[in-house]
């Protein structure tokens, strides 16, 4: 299943110069990921759907990581026009671009649908971060050593990509859809990184990570749709002992984004109980995450779908 010892933040080396993206960057894991790579000398561009929580984390960073350099910037993966007007003022900052960390998402909610009539969480984590990608695509490749780095979870094992349904028109089921998504985001992983070594780009890497169960607004919701009132003080108890904290649900995901030895389609995650938690290691997904006709046909669909296209990473 990977390696027996565990990265740490110690691990983490020096990021001074380099720019990320980090998509949800105002809360939970990805507020953590981004103090990490601050405190790494990196500067971070926090694209965050509410710009007052994202006012109120930059402030929370800098506090924490005095003299460190952060932005604020709006991004409503919900939206295909907000992606691309976030994409047009990164590319106008002319900052570099080192790292896309799609850390974003959404899970387990009634079904709705994007600004754009996609079903809200396929449309969230994967078609948003797809077209985000896309559209920076050009600033990544410009930049030799770039990444992109997908906060996938273990609940892509009970995802299956219905190609007849992908929007869940005829059935829907919360936790069904949500983990189609992050399927949806392994899927992608693969394929952009088959995509990259065939165009001759081995210098930029398409990696995933995974945080087990860490404490985050999403986990907290979830558990608090399914834990009843007499259930409350046990899950309270017994919280900590089964979620890692958000500090250390990032480590995998800044190991994606850090590690020196890192290659394409790499995925990291804890190590201990079924991956819920402890230190983190190399993983393996489901083997439907790596299936290239499953690629392809993603590919082809989110493209059909979002009206962004990669370009020479498009070619068959």
């Known amino acids: 299943m990977g390696q027996k010892s565990g990265w740490t933040f110690n691990d983490v080396p020096d990021q001074t110069g380099k720019v990320a993206i980090v998509t949800g960057g105002n809360s939970g894991i990805g507020l953590e990921t981004a103090r990490y790579l601050l405190r790494r000398g990196a500067t971070v561009v926090l694209a965050v759907r509410n710009s007052i929580k994202g006012s109120e984390a930059m402030a929370d960073l800098t506090a924490s990581e005095p003299g460190s350099s952060v932005e604020v910037a709006h991004l409503d993966l919900a939206d295909l026009a907000s992606i691309e007007d976030f994409a047009n003022w990164f590319k106008a900052s002319r900052m570099n671009l080192d790292l896309l960390i799609n850390n974003a998402g959404i899970m387990g909610v009634p079904r709705g649908t994007t600004i754009d009539g996609f079903e809200l969480q396929f449309g969230t984590n994967h078609l948003g971060h797809f077209a985000l990608t896309g559209k920076l695509l050009g600033s990544l490749l410009e930049n030799k050593g ?33 983990a189609q998504s992050k399927l949806a985001n392994l899927v992608f992983t693969a394929e952009l990184d088959r995509r990259l070594r065939r165009a001759g780009r081995k210098d930029i890497l398409s990696v995933a990570a995974h945080p087990g169960m860490a404490e985050s607004n999403i986990v907290k919701l979830q558990t608090d749709s399914f834990v009843n009132r007499h259930m409350r ?38 190590s201990q109980f079924m991956q ?15 299936d290239v006709h499953d690629g392809r046909a993603l590919w082809e669909q989110s493209i059909e779908l979002t009206g962004v296209n990669f370009g020479e990473l498009d070619l068959p």
């Open 146 to 178: 770039s990444r992109v780095v997908n906060v996938a979870s273990n609940a892509h094992r009970q995802g299956r990509l219905n190609f007849y349904d992908l929007q869940s028109v005829h059935r829907y089921g919360k936790m069904r859809a949500y």
């Open 233 to 270: 003080n046990l899950w309270d108890k017994a919280g900590p002992y089964i979620c890692q904290t958000a500090s250390a649900g990032a480590i995998p995901t800044l190991r994606a984004a850090t590690d020196p030895a890192a290659e394409g389609n790499d995925y990291f995650g804890p």
């Open 276 to 290: 819920i938690r402890g230190p983190d290691v190399k993983v393996q997904p489901k083997k439907e995450a790596n």
